[in-house]
Every structure is written in structure tokens, then in C-alpha cells.
């Protein structure tokens, strides 16, 4: 998704929730901020490259000091550095920490140029206090890699209380009231979620989310899963052409 630039400011100070500047080929450059401790997710999926979970959950709390992490936005920023995003993400779900509405109303407040985007796997926007924190981002990529459950589960190996049909009505109710921009992406893992029957299913899911753009994003580093493998272009050229009634754009490589 991302190529790190460094971990570092140029002072050589070191921050234990910023990473980067990253040069993405979605967002160009863009500072994260990773909000939970290294793979604490609701999703445990087969194609991370960050690892496999360590600790699936779905529950919202503090995990991280709020404070400590909008004292280094603030060091960091008083700089005036160049980025294109601020951006929630990291190695777990940013969703899962408590005070993210906080952070994002502080940068709002006092850095009102500054543009705002989260990567989320959605698991959790039927929460309508997440969703609420959420609201004055920028830009919102939220992913969607099933609409069948028996596939949600073995891409996504997710906790247990998480379904397809709720993660879609989360999607559904954040698109009727974000004014920014949703980026949908879809991970295709060759073999379970490129048929024709998924297929269909996204289309008919994606209808009623409406996203601003659907991304179609494959294998390009190494995941938890040793079998999987990076789909062909082809087929991402495919099923692209399936889901034409939206915007689509592919952002991986293939193969």
C-alpha cells in the first residue's frame, strides 16, 4: 500500500506513534499515525504484511495515552512540514482506539488545512459514535474483501460477532452522512473472492454504499498465508470491468 520514507523527523527525534512520511500511490505523502499496540485488530487477515493478530478484538478503548499521541502531532507539525495526508492506520485497526474522535477534532481545530484520511476495515462503523468521530476526515478507505460470510471468514478470519451484513450496513449508514470522499477497497484473493457469484454480490453491495471510487488492490508483499498468491492483471482487469457502473481503479501492480 505504502513504501516508508523514514520513521524519523529530520532532527533524528524518534516517535512511537508516527511513522513516515509515506510515499503512497493512493494518498502521496502522508504521515501515519498508528493508534493500537502492533496488531491489535478485529480482523485477522490472510494477506497482511504486517503479520497475524495478536490480539482480535473488537472493543473501543484507550489503548494508546490520547495525549501522548496528539503531543507528537503537535511536535511534529510545529514544523510546518510538507504532507498531503495525515493519516489513521498503522498495524492494527485505528477504529479500535477510543479517543480517535478526539485527536481528529484537535488537528481539526488547530490545523484546519491540514486534510485528514483513515484506512479502516470497516468492522466497526456500525458503531454510530465511531462514526460520529469519524465524520470531519477528509477521506475515508474502508475496505470490503467479502460479502458472503463463509469467504468474510477465510480471507478475513475476523471475531467472532463480526458479519458481512453488519460491516455493509456500517458501510451503508457512514455513506449517508460523510460529506468527504469513500474510497472502497477490495482486496481479490485469487481462488476465493474473484467468481462471478462474489462478484455480483460486491455490485449489488457497492449500489447501496455508493462509494466515490472502488479500489481493487491485490497481493504485493508477503501475507500471513503462504498459498496466496497476487492476482493476475487480468483478472483484476476483469472484474473491473464487472463493477463498471462505479469508478474503478486498480492499485496494485498484478501479476
Known amino acids: 500500500m505504502a513504501t516508508v520514507l523514514n520513521n524519523k523527523r529530520p532532527d533524528s527525534k524518534d516517535y512511537k506513534r508516527l511513522f513516515g512520511p509515506v510515499?503512497?500511490?493512493?494518498?502521496?505523502?502522508?504521515?501515519?499515525?498508528?493508534?493500537?499496540p502492533f496488531k491489535t485488530c478485529s480482523l485477522d487477515c490472510i494477506y497482511c504484511e504486517c503479520g497475524a493478530t495478536t490480539v482480535l478484538?473488537?472493543?473501543r478503548k484507550e489503548y494508546i495515552?490520547?495525549?501522548?499521541?496528539?503531543?507528537?502531532?503537535?511536535?511534529?507539525l510545529s514544523t510546518n512540514p510538507a504532507l498531503d495526508y495525515i493519516t489513521f492506520g498503522g498495524s492494527g485497526e485505528p477504529a479500535l482506539h477510543s479517543g480517535l474522535g478526539g485527536i481528529i477534532k484537535h488537528l481539526k481545530n488547530n490545523y484546519?488545512?491540514?486534510?485528514?484520511?483513515i484506512l479502516t476495515n470497516s468492522t466497526l462503523l456500525s458503531d454510530p459514535k465511531l462514526r460520529a468521530d469519524i465524520?470531519?476526515?477528509d477521506l475515508i478507505v474502508p475496505s470490503l474483501d467479502a460479502v458472503s460470510d463463509d469467504i468474510f471468514h477465510e480471507i478475513n478470519k475476523p471475531e467472532k460477532s463480526l458479519t458481512c451484513a453488519g460491516i455493509i450496513e456500517g458501510l451503508i449508514a457512514l455513506s449517508k452522512e460523510f460529506n468527504g470522499e469513500i474510497w472502497l477497497e477490495i482486496f481479490i484473493a485469487p481462488g476465493i473472492n474473484d467468481t462471478d457469484k462474489e462478484t455480483a454480490l460486491f455490485k449489488e453491495a457497492l449500489t447501496d454504499i455508493n462509494p466515490?471510487?472502488?479500489?481493487?488492490?491485490s497481493l504485493d508483499r508477503p501475507g500471513t498465508c503462504s498459498k496466496l498468491a497476487a492476482a493476475p492483471a487480468?483478472?483484476?482487469?476483469?472484474?473491473?470491468?464487472?463493477?463498471?457502473a462505479f469508478p474503478v481503479e486498480i492499485v496494485c501492480r498484478g501479476k
Not at 112 to 117: Q, S, V, Y
Request: aromatic share 2%.
Open 234 to 244: 487480468s483478472k483484476l482487469e476483469e472484474i473491473a470491468r464487472k463493477l463498471a
Open 57 to 59: 478484538t473488537t472493543q
Open 112 to 117: 484546519p488545512n491540514r486534510k485528514l484520511a
Open 212 to 217: 466515490a471510487k472502488v479500489q481493487l488492490n
Open 23 to 36: 510515499r503512497s500511490r493512493r494518498l502521496g505523502v502522508s504521515l501515519g499515525v498508528d493508534m493500537v
Open 65 to 76: 495515552p490520547t495525549n501522548s499521541i496528539i503531543a507528537e502531532l503537535d511536535d511534529y
Open 135 to 137: 465524520l470531519p476526515c
